[in-house]
């Protein structure tokens, strides 16, 4: 299978911006032997879509960073997965650790999103990952188990990321071989819980990765790609991510 680079680009990106980063994320994409992705804020999917189908060749999937779990109605401030969809984008990621932060939301109501994207045609990446104090207390596994087990439908087809949370935007990462236990126990998690259809889940590592780490990252068993933060703002540092899976 080859590894998905996605780039979450959070709460940044003006129109002009977005659409200068994707021409350059576009534009370097050629050639490369993973699968690109770019998360955008739903404000400017559209202007990326525009500049990713006017590309000499489509090369750049485009997600959204979150969706409601209704199809429609009362729901202020909120956008379906089908808005998204519309929009141009044809992923989401799902539960990222600031959404469960910010805006309180849990497995279930995560596992409620998931089937909502699923029905509006989105691939779902679903994150999970422990507190800094959750893995100095050594529940790491117990945590990520129970995210895995609450958010995914039994019959989930999407892409899960592992983010350590107390790796996000902070310039640390767990060490080489905590990345790999965990994948590993995340593998086995979707194994248990999807039967043979787990062994097909790619499992994303995100959490301050860089041009400098990526290549040792991605190399890991398990690991099926990386969901990237602040250096997917940086063409040239997502494009060199994406190099290093290709390596990989
Ligand atoms: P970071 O963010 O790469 O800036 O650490 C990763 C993420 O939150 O997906």
């Known amino acids: 299978m080859r590894q998905l680079i996605a780039g979450n680009w959070k709460m940044n990106g003006l129109l002009a911006e977005a659409e200068a980063l994707a021409e350059d994320v576009a534009a370097g994409a050629e050639g490369l032997s993973c699968d690109l992705l770019v998360c955008p804020p739903a404000t400017v999917i559209c202007t990326v879509a525009d500049v990713v189908a006017g590309a000499p060749f ?30 141009g984008a044809t992923w989401v990621i799902l539960g990222h650790s600031e959404r469960r932060t910010d805006h309180a939301e849990t497995d279930s109501v995560v596992h409620a999103k998931v089937l909502a994207a699923v029905a509006a045609g989105l691939t779902p990446i679903v994150c999970v990952g422990e507190t800094e104090a959750e893995r100095l207390d050594g529940r790491q596994e117990a945590v990520v188990g129970a995210q895995l087990a609450g ?17 996000i935007g902070t310039g640390r990462t767990p060490t080489e071989a905590d990345v790999a236990a965990m994948h590993a126990f995340i593998r086995a998690a979707l194994l248990r819980h999807l039967g043979e259809a787990g062994r097909l889940v790619l499992i994303l590592y995100g959490g301050s990765v860089k041009p400098s780490n990526a290549a040792a990252l991605l190399a890991l068993p398990e690991v099926g790609g990386a969901l990237v933060g602040g250096a997917s703002l940086v063409a040239a540092d997502f494009l060199a991510i994406a190099r290093a899976a290709q390596a990989a």
Not at 58 to 71: L, R, T, Y
Not at 75 to 87: F, I, N, V
Not at 153 to 165: H, S, T
Request: glycine share 10%; proline share 6%.
């Open 151 to 167: 958010s995914l439908p039994v019959d989930f087809a999407g892409v899960v990321a592992y983010e350590p949370v107390w790796a």
């Open 58 to 87: 489509a090369p750049v999937a485009i997600g959204g960073q979150d969706c409601h779990a209704a199809a429609s109605g009362a729901h202020t401030g909120d956008l379906s997965a089908a808005m998204l969809r519309d929009a």
